[in-house]
């Protein structure tokens, strides 16, 4: 997968306020120094983004997981109706 500048840019953004919100200093200023990046400059860097992007990942992964077993239960044993009459 191949990310635009400015997506790079954000992922980078992220990855460095994760790391100075968790007091990795030195990777923090590693990162910051091959990516050419100022994390004090770029105040605008929404908090916490990484953890919640994060989260919300693993919320997708078990909605899948579970329509697909929900799709193969329904392929090997069928779709029950029942007829009401109002």
Not at 1 to 22: H, S, W
Not at 41 to 69: A, G
């Amino acid at each position: 997968m191949v990310l635009t500048d400015k997506q790079k840019k954000d992922l980078n953004l992220a990855i460095l306020e994760y790391l100075e919100t968790n007091n990795y200093k030195e990777s923090s200023l590693a990162l910051q120094i091959e990516s050419s990046l100022d994390y004090e400059s770029n105040s605008t860097v929404m908090k916490d983004v990484l953890e919640k992007k994060w989260v919300s990942i693993i919320r997708l992964q078990k909605k899948v997981n579970n329509n697909y077993t929900t799709s193969h239960h329904i392929l090997d044993y069928g779709i029950r109706t029942t007829n009401r009459t109002n």
